[in-house]
């Protein structure tokens, strides 16, 4: 079972680079550009693959730039008591 299948251990994938992201030294900026980032390519690349990420996929189809940054930066934050730390 992929990852992306299950929506907690998709928040716990997401949390544990989170931190490890953190604990390398990335800033809050650009970890949530490439938060954006890896958005912008699931969006496109990926298929939704629980109720969770089909919402996320119909908010992201429909968000202007902007919008898609602030969804990016609430997935971040939403994932960050997640994972192991």
Same mark, same amino acid.
């Given at each position: 079972?992929?990852?992306?299948?299950?929506?907690?251990?998709?928040?716990?994938?997401?949390?544990?680079?989170?931190?490890?992201?953190?604990?390398?030294?990335?800033?809050?900026?650009?970890?949530?550009?490439?938060?954006?980032?890896?958005?912008?390519?699931?969006?496109?690349?990926?298929?939704?693959?629980?109720?969770? &990420?089909?919402?996320?996929?119909?908010?992201?189809?429909?968000?202007? &730039?902007? &919008?898609?940054?602030?969804?990016?930066?609430?997935?971040?934050?939403?994932?960050?008591?997640?994972?192991?730390?």
């Amino acid at each position: 079972m992929s990852v992306l299948e299950n929506w907690d251990e998709w928040k716990n994938f997401l949390g544990d680079r989170l931190h490890h992201a953190q604990n390398e030294g990335m800033n809050e900026q650009v970890i949530n550009n490439l938060a954006f980032e890896v958005g912008d390519y699931l969006a496109k690349q990926v298929d939704p693959k629980n109720v969770q &990420e089909r919402v996320l996929a119909d908010l992201w189809s429909v968000a202007s &730039e902007q &919008e898609k940054h602030a969804i990016a930066s609430m997935m971040v934050k939403l994932v960050q008591n997640n994972g192991s730390h």
